[in-house]
């Protein structure tokens, strides 16, 4: 609290211990250590003692200079305990600085009314401040220009001004001075104690800095700043601003800790000055003006020193913020596109590296996946050469995208590749595979189309578990699409009743068969897709097998937004294999 002619009070702000998170910010923490009642009593001790010696030192200062004191120590002493110490030890502080303040203004001989309204003010005025900052901040960092803007409003405008108020009643009602003197000497004496004292209690162990101020240029800057202002002194006060530009210019250089320490080096030379003698003066003013303009330029600075601080530190936060997102980024692209890679070889590794030849049959086929990532799904096929000679054309299709269905895709094949070799026929095969999913995790939902080809007898018989139909082509381009012999998709526990068809075919036909994935567009009704299918196929059917593959996929357009992965394969009956 600053005095008029009297001493005062303490000023009092936030709320509770210190530090935060943020990239980049320190994650040290310090407290009081307050645990068990040793704790507390030395939290007392502490905070009556140096609230005393403080008191003391602006009751020196005013009785040597006759003017109210730069700044009241005790205010932010007060300040900065209460937002280093855990909320339930905050009676200790209040208790020890009203006790000290009661004794300290009894021993100057001030009346008991005057002293009745300084200890209140010195209760009132840190409790509203600390209440003040403590909901809006929690524990407070004043590297962060949020919190920094509630310490101002709650700790250093707010609670001072109710001090002053408080503190300054009951001399006007006792007739012992002039109200609104004594009030704004006492909020500037208050607010600067708390900026100055409470402000370098905040920062030190907490608040991280730029460049270390325990260092040489660290210990340069503070000592220069105090000789430089002793010179000032000597030539006129009306120069201090140029040792003040350099406060807030250490609050980019190095941080709030630089701000604090520097701030708290000029205006300790100041009053040392004062106390011995030297009343600061400024070119037409009175000594009480010269003051408050001294204080006024104290308090400008100082918090503009803090503001540049913080803002250079939430600069760099979100500077290496920003850094470390696009690492993060570029390792989850290089781990999706690792995922991918694996999925894709995984899956290819189980898809036929060329298809089976076939005296009478000639035969492509193709996989493209569906995009980038994790989307490669479960598309398949498999041509197998059966020990009859005869030839087996599997396509399936398992539900999902991503290394699981991959997995389960390889299974499903692996399973219907045996069940072919066996000789199980169509029906029978997609029967076996509903048993084989029985209790296993390979897959949920499937979809197969099995024909089994017999170029001797000229003939494919054919059974599909919810798959699209395979195109018959003849050639003379006559389209036939195999829909018979349907029967619901592989299902863990349904076990429908699977029929197959056999039908004749034409030396020289095409047979062409694919997943949803060619089919399925997002802009496009299913039908008119099928019918386009169709229509690819019978301008291309005379061309060869590879040829018709390639030209499907171009046609309807895969590869250019896939939503799925695709598989097609053609046959050509009766040519000899390529």
Request: aromatic share 8%; charged share 15%.
């Amino acid at each position: 609290m600053g005095v008029v002619g009297e001493v005062a009070s303490d000023g009092l702000a936030s709320g509770l211990s210190l530090t935060v998170h943020e990239a980049s910010v320190s994650d040290r923490k310090w407290q009081w250590p307050v645990r068990g009642p040793l704790g507390t009593a030395a939290l007392f001790v502490l905070a009556a003692s140096s609230y005393a010696v403080g008191s003391r030192l602006a009751i020196s200062l005013l009785e040597a200079s006759g003017l109210a004191s730069v700044f009241f120590i005790p205010a932010g002493i007060t300040v900065g305990l209460l937002l280093r110490v855990p909320r339930r030890t905050w009676w200790a502080v209040l208790l020890a600085a009203g006790l000290a303040e009661a004794s300290m203004d009894l021993l100057a001989g001030y009346s008991a009314g005057a002293t009745a309204g300084f200890v209140a003010a010195n209760v009132v005025e840190p409790l509203l401040g600390a209440l003040i900052v403590e909901r809006f901040c929690g524990s407070v960092d004043l590297s962060r220009l949020l919190h920094l803007w509630w310490f101002f409003v709650g700790a250093v405008v707010l609670g001072p001004a109710v001090g002053a108020a408080v503190g300054s009643a009951p001399s006007y009602f006792l007739g012992e001075g002039d109200f609104i003197p004594q009030f704004g000497q006492w909020w500037l004496g208050d607010a600067l104690g708390v900026v100055l004292v409470g402000g370098a209690i905040l920062v030190w162990n907490s608040s991280p800095d730029r460049r270390s101020v325990a260092s040489l240029w660290g210990a340069m800057l503070i000592v220069g700043c105090g000789l430089l202002t002793m010179g000032v002194i000597g030539w006129g006060l009306s120069l201090l601003f140029l040792v003040l530009i350099g406060v807030t210019l250490a609050g980019v250089a190095f941080g709030a800790r630089a701000v604090a320490m520097t701030a708290l080096a000029v205006s300790s030379t100041v009053a040392i000055a004062m106390a011995i003698g030297d009343v600061p003066s400024f070119p037409g003013q009175s000594p009480i003006s010269a003051l408050i303009i001294l204080q006024l330029e104290l308090w400008v600075f100082t918090t503009a020193g803090f503001v540049v601080a913080a803002e250079a530190h939430e600069f760099d936060a979100a500077s290496q913020a920003a850094v470390e997102a696009s690492a993060r980024a570029r390792i989850v692209a290089a781990e999706r596109r690792l995922e991918h890679e694996i999925a894709n070889r995984f899956q290819t590794a189980f898809l036929p590296d060329a298809p089976d030849e076939h005296p009478s049959l000639t035969i492509a086929a193709r996989y493209l996946p569906g995009g980038a990532g994790m989307l490669v799904g479960g598309d398949w096929h498999d041509v197998i050469t059966l020990a009859d000679g005869r030839s087996g054309v599997l396509i399936g299709d398992v539900a999902g995208h991503g290394l699981d269905s991959a997995i389960a895709m390889g299974k499903l094949r692996t399973a219907a590749a045996a069940f072919a070799l066996e000789g199980h026929r169509p029906a029978q095969l997609l029967s076996s595979l509903e048993r084989y999913v029985q209790g296993r995790t390979a897959t949920d939902f499937a979809t197969l189309f099995y024909a089994i080809v017999d170029t001797a007898e000229r003939v494919i018989t054919y059974a599909s578990a919810g798959h699209p139909p395979m195109l018959l082509v003849d050639p003379d381009g006559t389209i036939q699409w195999l829909d018979d012999g349907r029967s619901p998709a592989i299902v863990a526990g349904f076990n429908p009743r699977r029929s197959e068809v056999t039908i004749p075919v034409a030396a020289g036909s095409l047979l062409v068969g694919y997943t949803d994935g060619l089919v399925e567009k997002r802009d496009e009704d299913m039908q008119e897709s099928m019918e386009r299918l169709a229509g690819a196929v019978r301008n291309i059917h005379e061309h060869s097998p590879d040829a018709i593959c390639d030209g499907l996929l171009e046609e309807m357009g895969a590869g250019a937004d896939l939503g799925d992965d695709a598989v097609v394969v053609a046959l050509r009956l009766g040519a000899a294999a390529r």
